[in-house]
């Protein structure tokens, strides 16, 4: 089952980040990302936030399950979604813990046609 928008809008809303939170639609789910930095995925409408020690240190009792078929498992934060600052603490603290992305490469220059 593909996410909704109106998912995606909800987190946006509570995690409350402003231009900082975007995503991108993939194959019908959302990776979610904090200043380029992927921190969570949304999946099947679940909220499911990357392992990493903010997790474990700031929601150890969430559920876990894989995002999609052949994942390992990733804290599922859908019960954080109605405290606006514990998800926002979350998200903030896994961004801080994620690498910076790497730059892309440019295109190479288009031979002109003859």
Same mark, same amino acid.
């Given at each position: 089952?593909?996410?909704?928008?109106?998912?995606?809008?909800?987190?946006t809303?509570?995690?409350?980040l402003?231009?900082?939170f975007?995503?991108?639609?993939?194959?019908?789910e959302y990776?979610?990302?904090?200043?380029?930095?992927?921190v969570?995925?949304?999946?099947?409408?679940?909220?499911f936030? +990357? %392992?990493?020690k @903010? !997790?474990?240190?700031?929601? /150890?009792?969430?559920?876990?399950?894989?995002?999609?078929?052949?994942?390992?498992?990733?804290?599922?934060?859908?019960e954080?979604?109605?405290?606006?600052?514990?998800?926002?603490?979350?998200i903030?603290?896994?961004?801080?813990?994620?690498?910076v992305? +790497? %730059?892309?490469? @440019? !295109?190479a220059?288009?031979? /002109?046609?003859?």
């Amino acid at each position: 089952m593909a996410t909704h928008q109106d998912f995606v809008d909800y987190v946006t809303e509570q995690v409350a980040l402003g231009d900082r939170f975007t995503h991108k639609k993939m194959f019908g789910e959302y990776a979610l990302y904090v200043d380029e930095k992927v921190v969570a995925f949304a999946c099947d409408n679940s909220l499911f936030v +990357k %392992p990493s020690k @903010a !997790a474990a240190t700031l929601a /150890p009792d969430l559920p876990q399950r894989p995002p999609y078929p052949g994942a390992k498992d990733y804290p599922v934060a859908d019960e954080l979604l109605d405290d606006s600052d514990a998800i926002r603490r979350l998200i903030l603290e896994t961004a801080a813990l994620m690498p910076v992305p +790497k %730059p892309k490469k @440019a !295109a190479a220059p288009r031979k /002109p046609r003859k």
